[in-house]
């Protein structure tokens, strides 16, 4: 991506490999995930009670979802993953509320969540029905198929990484744009303040941050969850 | 012959103006084509309307509910039309191709190219006006159902927008980074594979409008059984995935022609 829009390099490791924004922030909401889950698994009492219901309620709410989706007996394998992929995404797309670049923003984030999903994929498919079974599969219904089928495999991660990524980084563009476009519109009018930028872009931000990231992180975890339960099938 | 003499005298007016003339003017015209855009939500949000004021006549005790549903799933369509209207401005009045150092007849081309990029936009938002005119229609059908399908139709209209998506990220990789302004080569084959990079994104019509008729027929069928919520939705989003295969075709071949062009190696 262009220097304009592109994550801000912050240094550089021995061997080249470039630390930019994504990864700090990716760094950040690790610390800030891992912090919350040991503060909030310290003292398990037998009735909860404060911040253990609330603790309890999202775990109920991420084995239900993923029994509902995926069916109940693959509730046990995937449900930890899962929620952990919607919860860090949540954290990841809401980072552009607290001033940070959303890592999801970064295609290299996307894909890598994508790759992960596409393994999960072939990965059970084939331990649930076996290497042969599962690669004669693609050859369904009639063996021409065969390089159809492969495509759509393959789309799959394209799909899912791109989706991810363009609702992204579109939010940010068109968010710095628009706070671009007050300021010069305050500087026009003459006025020395901002004060533009103070109540237009709090809407916009809850339509692209908020509601496109949570959306779109639901999707993706879904998404996920659907593709790897239709493949063990 | 005569026509060959032809491009080669407009292509000779064209790189007489200005650079920055040139510039300015593609970039009028690739705002025009982003607007076309527009013709979907329009069509889309019509739909929903329709099926809004039927839901209303055939039960008014939920009419409030069908009423807010059938506005939830318009303003979702609406989001094609604004992204239109978001690269139109920018064109307009932010325009970053003006200052970009490179080839002056590539650059001018990529502003029309991802005008023409946004055109794919007209899918989703025909789609997803049919998903929320079946939102409101399951509402009044069954008012008990409307948590589960409200559900459904905004997870099917989220996919749904995925090639409106891929438009946008080709615009403004158009716009902001594209590779072949910088690249060494015969002009003509850049800017030619520039317009060909957005003219492939309008296949975005095709998934849009397809993967919306899924959303709205599973918010129909979760709005007269929401007991099988999930396998509803396991098969639409299936049957989504599979519509979506063109929609990446187009972006792969797009993304190959900026990224990895085989055509200029072959002067």
Known sequence: MDSGFGPKIIFELPGGILITETVTTTWI??????????IATRKFEKLPKGLQNVVELIVDLIYGLTGQTMG?????????????????????????????????????????????TFFMIHFFGMKRKGVGKYLKGFLEPLFVML???????????????????????????????LYGALGSLSAKLGIGIPIFMAAIPAPLHIYFDVFAGVLQSFIFTMLTMVFVSLAMD | MENANFIETFLTWLMSFDKKALILA??????????????????????????????????????????????????????????????????????????????????????????????????PGIGQGYAAGKGAEAVSINPDGSR?????????????????????????????????????????????????????????IGPGV????????????????????????????????????????????ALVLMFANPLIGLL
């Not at chain 2, 099917?156 to 990789?173: C, K, P």
Request: no cysteine.
């Open chain 1, 29 to 38: 909401i690790m610390g800030v995930l891992i912090l919350f889950a040991f």
């Open chain 1, 72 to 116: 109940e007996d693959k509730k046990k394998t995937f449900a930890p993953y899962m929620g952990t992929l919607m919860i860090f995404l949540i954290f990841a797309n809401l980072a552009g509320l607290f001033g940070f670049r959303p890592p999801t923003a970064d295609v290299n984030t996307t894909v890598a969540l994508a790759l992960i």
């Open chain 1, 147 to 177: 390089p159809i089928n492969v495509i759509g495999e393959l789309a799959t991660p394209i799909s899912l990484s791109f989706r991810l990524f363009g609702n992204m980084v579109g939010g940010l563009i068109i968010m710095n744009l």
């Open chain 2, 26 to 123: 593609a970039s009028a015209i690739g705002a025009g084509f982003s607007m076309i855009a527009g013709i979907g939500p329009g069509i889309g949000q019509g739909y929903a309307a329709g099926k809004g004021a039927e839901a209303m006549g055939v039960n008014q005790k939920s009419g409030k509910q069908a009423t807010m549903i059938m506005l939830l799933g318009a303003g979702i369509a609406e989001t094609s039309g604004i992204l239109a209207l978001v690269i139109a401005l920018i064109l307009l009045f932010g325009n970053p191709l003006v200052n970009q150092e490179g080839n002056a007849l590539v650059i001018a081309v990529s502003a029309i190219a991802a005008g023409i990029s946004m055109i794919g936009g007209m899918g």
């Open chain 2, 148 to 204: 589960p399908s409200t559900l459904v139709m905004l997870l099917g209209s989220a996919v749904a927008q995925t090639s409106g998506i891929f438009s946008l990220v080709i615009a403004l990789l158009l716009m902001y980074a594209n590779p072949l302004v910088t690249t060494k080569g015969a002009a003509i084959i850049l800017a030619a594979s520039t317009l060909g990079a957005g003219i492939a994104m309008i296949a975005g």
């Open chain 2, 210 to 253: 397809g993967q919306g008729y899924a959303a709205g027929k599973g918010t129909e069928a979760t709005g007269k059984r929401p007991q099988y919520q999930s396998s509803i939705i396991r098969t639409m989003i299936l049957g989504q995935a599979v519509a979506q295969t063109t929609g990446i075709y187009a972006l792969v071949i």
